[in-house]
Each structure stands twice: as structure tokens, then as C-alpha cells.
């Protein structure tokens, strides 16, 4: 039989989906490998070892994981992708009740440190400038809404709060999203804010408007792969930054993370929510609703917000375009206006100034403005 189709296999995967599941049995036969045991007998023993009373049996396999870590590092592994290879056999423990227990620090990579980039405010500004309008609904996703590039990669527009009852999309507020996070099998509950319901309207005006199918699409047409729209937000980065800086879309989500934890009014419970991270039983019970969820984004939001400021610009435009035919108009009708005014005064002998009829100041010239309006 196939370690694929061992019981403690198939309680480990039970609720995974997609690209996690995938990953996850792409990553764990290197362990299998190293310690030489199948998943049964792995999980067996473990139940074993923490009925002993001697420590070096009782956490036998926090000593192995941190062999297996050593052994990657040799290799060339760090940072995420030793912390994805370590995560996984985590998982494998955790989700089969027998988690392993470390002091802090003896597991490396992945969480943040002083030498590890986020980006800021700023400098995600700077990628979103010269990024096509499809990365840039993928990059707010990442950065305003916390969502994962294998979550983002599953976006269906049809399953999405975008369109209203008139087939329109609006842009003027922040929208409540709840979406299944398939790393977790948690609901995230986030916003999609007015700046990225506003990209998103002119990425599917491009697209001559669906109303269904893959939310980001390749040139060829097909869904969007997650390593994609990271390979393509790289280099963009490279450009906006230079090579100094290590870019990954899922610093974005790590970016959007520390908008939270920075943002004084945002309870711990909340944060996880928007994050999408696995909470205790009795939060799930107390499920926040959409407003609650509204009110602690729009707290956080001032420090997401990255193209305010364009958004702006084009307003106004579209306010000084929509002034300037109006103006246009009251000219127009103005002019009908004068000439009428012109006509009725000449039949009486009075001349109206070049300059406008504000200016006839005489009483008896007002008095027949006013008798001509009122006829």
C-alpha cells in the first residue's frame, strides 16, 4: 500500500484543498525519506513517545524535525522554503492531534526577523505604479485584503460581491468579502476596498465586462497561476526597487499583517479574522458581524491605502469635464437669453452693455429686466 493511503494520511489531508493539499504531499516524502518510516509508523511511535518519562524518547521527533532542518540547510534551503518543507511535517503532527513542541527559535526561516524585508507603504506605491492593471488587482488582494496567491489564483468573479443588481460595479465604499482559505480551512472575513473594487471595474471593462469565470486571467486567456502572478509582480518589483530587494507576493500579505498589528484600535481576535488564521472554538461561535468586520477595516485602512491619491486626480477630472459642459449649456442658453433681452430692450430704446446684463444698473433698466423675466 502507498504511504498516500495511509489513515493517518488521510485524516492529515481531510478539509485541504487545491494547491495546499498539493504542496503539502509534494513536501512530506522528503521526511519520510530522511527518517526512513512510513506515516503510520510515524504517528504509531509518536503516540508512544509522549506516554514515556525520559525526555530524549518523549520528544523523539522534535529532535528528528531538527535534524531534518540541519540536513536542509546543508542543502541550500532557507528562509520560506525551509520553513515550507519544516511547516508541512507540522502539519502532519498537529492535524493528527500529536503536535510537536519546540522552544522558540529552534525552528527557522519564514518568520520575520531585523534582516528580513517587508515592504511599506511606499515602496508597494512604487510597484503598483508601473504594474499592468491585472497585477494590479492581484497586488491589492495581497496587500488590502490579506489573501493568499493560492487563494487569489481561485477567485471566481460569479462567487465575488462586485456587481450590483444593475450589472455595475461600485466603487465609492469598501466591500465585506468572506472567502474560504484553503491553507487553513478557516473563512477569512476582510473587505475588498473602494481602490481595488475600483481597478477591478477597469481590469473587467477591459475584458468586455464578465460575469463569470477566472477573476485574473493569462494572456492567453486561461486562469491565472499563482507563481505567475508572482513571477510577473517580481519583476515589476525589480524594476520599482532595483535587485536589492528579495520581492514575493506573500510579503504583501505579511505587509498587510503588520498594517494590523500596528493599528492600535484592531483587537488580536479581529486581526486573526482578517488574516484568515485558525481561531479557538468559542470565537467561531461569536462570529463578528459584517459591520464589526467594516468598522475594524476601515480602522486599518489609512495604512493600505496606496492609490487614493490617483483615484482623486481622475475625479476630478471627471468633475471638471462634467463642470465644463454644463458650462458649455448655460452658455448657450445664456447667449438664446441675451439676444431675446437685446431685442426687447432695442424696441424700447435701451442699449444692454457688452460687458452683460449684470451691469444695466439704472433702475428703470432693471425694471424692464425684470418685466421681461416675468412675462
Not at 487614493?308 to 463642470?323: F, L, N, T
Request: hydrophobic share 30%.
Amino acid at each position: 500500500m502507498s504511504w498516500k493511503e495511509e489513515k493517518s494520511v488521510e485524516d492529515w489531508l481531510q478539509g485541504l484543498e487545491g494547491k495546499t493539499r498539493n504542496n503539502y504531499m509534494t513536501y512530506l516524502p522528503k521526511f519520510l525519506q530522511f527518517v526512513n518510516k512510513s506515516p503510520d509508523v510515524m504517528l504509531g511511535e509518536r503516540i508512544k513517545d509522549l506516554a514515556s518519562t525520559d525526555p530524549k524518547k518523549k520528544f523523539r521527533y522534535e529532535q528528528l524535525v531538527l535534524a531534518y532542518q540541519d540536513s536542509l540547510k546543508k542543502e541550500g534551503k532557507k528562509g520560506y522554503t525551509l520553513h515550507d518543507y519544516i511547516k508541512v511535517v507540522q502539519s502532519f503532527f498537529s492535524r493528527n492531534r500529536m503536535p510537536l513542541v519546540f522552544r522558540k527559535g529552534e525552528i527557522q526561516g519564514g518568520r520575520p526577523s531585523r534582516h528580513e524585508w517587508i515592504p511599506t507603504n511606499a515602496q508597494v506605491r512604487m510597484i503598483y505604479s508601473i504594474a499592468n492593471l491585472r497585477d494590479k488587482v492581484g497586488l491589492l488582494f495581497a496587500f488590502q485584503s490579506g489573501i493568499n496567491p493560492i487563494d487569489i489564483e481561485e477567485l471566481d468573479i460569479e462567487k465575488m460581491p462586485i456587481y450590483d443588481d444593475d450589472g455595475q460595479i461600485q466603487t465609492t465604499e469598501h466591500k465585506y468579502f468572506e472567502i474560504y482559505r484553503s491553507k487553513t480551512g478557516c473563512f477569512t472575513q476582510t473587505c475588498l476596498s473602494n481602490e481595488l473594487l475600483h481597478d477591478i471595474d477597469f481590469y473587467l471593462k477591459s475584458r468586455n465586462n464578465p460575469k463569470s469565470g477566472p477573476l485574473l486571467i493569462s494572456h492567453k486567456g486561461d486562469r491565472l497561476k499563482g507563481e505567475d502572478l508572482n513571477t510577473s509582480l517580481r519583476e515589476t518589483a525589480r524594476v520599482a526597487l532595483g535587485d536589492k530587494f528579495q520581492f514575493k507576493i506573500t510579503l504583501l500579505r505579511k505587509a498587510y499583517q503588520n498594517a494590523l498589528d500596528n493599528t492600535p484600535t484592531i483587537s488580536k481576535n479581529y486581526s486573526e479574522l482578517l488574516m484568515g488564521h485558525s481561531l479557538g472554538v468559542g470565537l467561531h461561535y461569536s462570529k463578528p458581524s459584517e459591520q464589526e468586520i467594516k468598522t475594524s477595516y476601515d480602522q486599518v485602512f489609512p495604512r493600505l491605502s496606496i492609490n487614493g491619491h490617483v483615484q482623486a486626480r481622475e475625479d476630478i477630472k471627471d468633475m471638471k469635464h462634467e463642470m465644463g459642459s454644463m458650462k458649455d449649456g448655460l452658455d448657450l442658453v445664456f447667449g438664446v437669453l441675451r439676444k431675446m433681452v437685446e431685442k426687447e430692450m432695442g424696441q424700447q430704446g435701451y442699449q444692454v452693455p457688452a460687458t452683460g446684463m449684470g451691469l444695466v444698473t439704472k433702475p428703470s433698466d432693471k425694471e424692464v429686466l425684470e418685466k421681461y423675466v416675468k412675462s
